[in-house]
Every structure is written in structure tokens, then in C-alpha cells.
């Protein structure tokens, strides 16, 4: 009899990829869904959708107690950027807890979704882990998706988290599809200068892998970075979306862009992180297998079929 994993945002960008390779390699999935759409989409990846939203407490619990793996991509901010950062941990964090409640004393894996910019920058801009400092009090990135795991660990959860890097990238999607959908309507993109703050990236599909490898080797309490290239500027992704585009790309300073964008993106576009990913490949066995690294991939792989439906669209 397969295994069953219960995964919430099934439907987005890389919970669609875990789901497409799950599925694959045999597990049978279970899926939270938010609406009729989400229920088609899911459903022509292999997946059974269960209706409720991350707010569903109760619906998180049961389906949680039911499967062999638990794995939750949800966040809050997903569908509401300009959510205060209290609304948005306090609904993280109870969908977490629910989940948690649904796993406790099983030994089953609860694999949640965290961030590489949880750790601090290295100081002198070397390669930082999972045990380098976090932020303090009161720094955007300083109430992360790991907060709980002691709670957690004492309860008897199972819970293992995955740090993505800041810019996952591939299949045309993610934070680059996001650029380009803001650059568009603009008809030239932006950068927040001076840019070369170093950045670290990971294809989709090496991510999607790491979350099921953890699905079988998660081990209690552990963290591990789904990273791949940490020297990317942040402006040679601004330049290189230009470029596909045929956009110019222009330099905003950081003040210009949280007073007409927000907060939230003018301190990712100038975040640093370069996170290493030696802990995943040495303790795991997982590697990375993506052919184009991110600015390739958007000047000649999967982002210029997007740039050109685009084009073709503001005709």
C-alpha cells in the first residue's frame, strides 16, 4: 500500500511540482484546496483535493491524522502581501499548530516550509548555514516559520523544515514571474540601488526533490536550505528580466520603492543571503540537477516563452 502525504499549497508554484513528483513516485496525495479551480488543478496532477484554506483549523488536524507525511507549503502572505507581519505569523502559526496537533506522538514527518533569509548575512559576506544567527527582535525576517520547534519537538513531532532560497526560480514561474508581471504594465523594470547585495537561488524542481527525500529521511528538529547559486546580484535578476522583456531597467532607490510597493519588497530586493547547501547534500544525498542557473533560465529557458506571450498580449 503507498504512502499518503497531506500537503497544503498543492496548488501553487512548488507545491504543484511536489505534487507532479510525488505522484510519480507513488504516493498517494491529498491536497488542501481552496476553491473549484484549485480542485481541477489538483486533481490532473493526482492529487485529491479536500476543501479549506490554512485557517481550517479542524480540516488541518483530521487530514493531518490520516496521512503518512504532512508537508505544508501555505502562507498567509501568499495571497495578501500587504498583510501585517502579526496577522500573517499568527495565521502561520496556527496552521502549523494544527497540523502538529494532527502528527503528535506518531513519529510521522510534519515538513513546514521556512526561508534561507532566516539566518543573518555572514558579516563578511561568506556562506552562512543552518546553525548561523537568526535575526533579532523586531527585524522582518526575526519571527520565522522554526519559532515553534521546541514546542513541537516536545510534543512528540516528527517536524523538519526546508529553507528555500529567496529566489526560486524555473517552469516559468515564481518570484521572477512576479517581476515581470509588475515590469509589464510599466513597460521598464527597476532595480533598488546600488544592486549588489548577493542573492541565493534554486531551480523548482531540486526543491521539489528535497521535499520529498525528506518525506523519508526527515530527522527530528532539523533544518536544511534548498539553495543553489548564493552569487547572484539582485540586480542581475532585475537586468536580465529587462532583457528578456525588452524593457529598460532602471535604478529606484529604496525609499521610492516602500513608498509606492511596500515595505515587504523593498527589503527582499536588497535583502543579502547567501545560504549554503552542504547540509542536504552531505547528510541527505540530495543534489542539484538544475541545467540553466536562474539569469540563464530567464534570458534563453522557460522565461522567454512567458516574455513573449507577454509581448504578443500588449499588442
Same mark, same amino acid.
Given at each position: ?5 497531506? &500537503? ?9 511540482? &511536489? ?22 488543478? @489538483? #486533481? ?36 495578501? =502581501? ?5 496577522? #500573517?505569523? %499568527? ?17 510521522? !514527518?510534519? &515538513?513546514?516550509?521556512?526561508?534561507? *533569509? ?24 526575526? /519571527? ?33 514571474? @512576479?517581476? *515581470?508581471?509588475?515590469?509589464? !504594465?510599466?513597460?521598464?523594470? =527597476? =532595480? ?16 521539489? #526533490? ?9 530527522? %527530528?528538529?532539523?533544518?536544511?536550505? %534548498? ?36 515595505? =515587504? ?8 543571503? /547567501? ?38 498580449? %500588449?499588442?
Amino acid at each position: 500500500m503507498s504512502k499518503t502525504i497531506f &500537503i497544503t499549497g498543492g496548488s501553487g508554484y512548488i507545491g504543484a511540482v &511536489i505534487i507532479e513528483y510525488a505522484v510519480a513516485q507513488g504516493y498517494s496525495v491529498t491536497a488542501l484546496s481552496r476553491s473549484e479551480s484549485s480542485d481541477s488543478k @489538483l #486533481r490532473a496532477l493526482g492529487a485529491n483535493p479536500v476543501r479549506g484554506d490554512i485557517k481550517s483549523l479542524d480540516v488541518l488536524t483530521a487530514e493531518a491524522s490520516k496521512a503518512d507525511i504532512v508537508i505544508n507549503m501555505a502562507d498567509a502572505i501568499a495571497s495578501d =502581501f500587504n498583510i501585517s507581519q502579526d496577522e #500573517r505569523w %499568527a495565521t502561520n502559526y496556527a496552521a502549523n499548530n494544527a497540523l502538529a496537533a494532527g502528527v503528535k506522538g506518531t513519529n510521522k !514527518p510534519l &515538513i513546514i516550509t521556512s526561508g534561507a *533569509m532566516t539566518a543573518q548575512p555572514h558579516p563578511e559576506d561568506e556562506e552562512t548555514d543552518e546553525k548561523s544567527p537568526g535575526w533579532p527582535e523586531g527585524h522582518i525576517y526575526a /519571527r520565522g516559520f522554526e519559532s515553534n520547534k521546541q514546542t513541537y519537538l516536545d510534543q512528540g513531532v516528527r517536524v523538519a523544515y526546508v529553507r528555500l532560497a529567496p529566489y526560486v526560480y524555473g517552469r516559468g514561474g515564481s518570484g521572477v514571474r @512576479l517581476y *515581470m508581471d509588475s515590469f509589464a !504594465p510599466r513597460g521598464k523594470g =527597476f =532595480f533598488i540601488k546600488p544592486g549588489t547585495a548577493l542573492t541565493t537561488t534554486v531551480h523548482v524542481e531540486d526543491a521539489a #526533490r528535497l521535499y520529498l527525500i525528506l518525506a523519508e529521511k526527515a530527522v %527530528a528538529g532539523e533544518s536544511y536550505n %534548498a539553495t543553489s547559486e548564493t552569487d547572484i546580484q539582485q540586480k542581475q535578476i532585475s537586468e536580465a528580466i529587462c532583457e528578456t522583456l525588452g524593457f529598460p531597467c532602471e535604478e529606484l532607490d529604496v525609499e521610492e520603492v516602500k513608498a509606492k510597493m511596500g515595505m =515587504f519588497l523593498a527589503i527582499f530586493m536588497t535583502a543579502k543571503c /547567501r545560504s549554503s547547501n552542504k547540509k542536504a547534500r552531505e547528510q541527505l544525498g540530495w543534489s542539484v540537477q538544475a541545467e540553466k542557473g536562474i539569469l540563464e533560465e530567464i534570458r534563453s529557458g522557460s522565461y522567454v516563452d512567458v516574455a513573449k506571450a507577454m509581448k504578443k498580449q %500588449a499588442k
